[in-house]
């Protein structure tokens, strides 16, 4: 089983700065993650597949990066909106599908 | 619009069962391989099983293997997932999913139905 783990588990930020999240795969999952939001009392959204590609609808401000192990999305300027809880998830080795812990992004 | 509605969830005693339902519009449900992932309440997100497009495959978590049953209509644009012999463990929220067609992730999901097992 592919063991997802993100750090750290809450970041503090203020509206406007940036914010960077991190996830790592044991063992490597290629380039085959994603990245999900979600708020509270609402169902995750896909944000990023493929490590770096935007999903439809989803803004400029987010990016993702990363291959093999080692993964980061970016928020480039926090607006109000994004403060929510971020998962990984990788698809490179299945079954199981596995999902990351959670990253916290709430207002500083 | 592309939409996922489960329903099903509700309160069922230990060693009870319960059949959750999914309905689809919006897409051509029968393109598309389509999951179950649930979440306790304030937890992570966690896979629970997998179908194919046509129903010929599955996949379970081991935490349900051999509990839980994965199956869909596509004439119906549905997907169920039924539930037996629950624990306290099986309570949490949970959601289907559609498996993105170049995309491998999960690109819609359903708002969530809440399955609580308590006596």
């Known amino acids: 089983e592919v063991v997802m783990t993100q750090s750290p588990a809450t970041l503090s930020v203020s509206p406007g700065e940036r914010a960077t999240l991190s996830c790592r795969a044991s063992p490597s999952v290629s380039s085959n993650l994603a990245w999900y939001q979600q708020k509270p009392g609402q169902a995750p959204r896909l944000l990023i597949y493929?490590?770096?590609t935007r999903a439809t609808g989803i803004p400029a401000r987010f990016s993702g990066s990363g291959s093999g192990t080692e993964f980061t999305l970016t928020i480039s300027s926090l607006q109000s909106e994004d403060f929510a809880v971020y998962y990984c998830q990788q698809y490179n080795d299945w079954p199981p599908w596995t999902f990351g812990q959670g990253t916290k992004v709430e207002i500083k | 619009q592309l939409q996922l509605v489960e329903s099903g969830g509700g309160l069922v005693k230990p060693g009870g069962s319960l059949r959750l339902s999914c309905a689809a519009s919006g897409f051509t449900f029968s393109h598309y391989y389509m999951s179950w992932i649930r979440q306790v309440p304030g937890k992570g997100l966690e896979w629970v099983s997998y179908i194919s497009s046509s129903g010929t495959t599955t996949h379970y978590a081991d935490p349900v293997k051999g509990r839980f049953t994965i199956s869909r209509d596509n004439a119906k644009d549905s997907l169920y997932l039924q539930m037996d012999s629950l624990g306290a463990e099986d309570t949490a929220v949970y959601y289907c999913a559609r498996e993105g067609t170049g995309v491998y992730a999960y690109d819609i999901w359903g708002q969530g139905t809440m399955v609580t097992v308590s006596s």
């Open positions: 493929g490590a770096s």
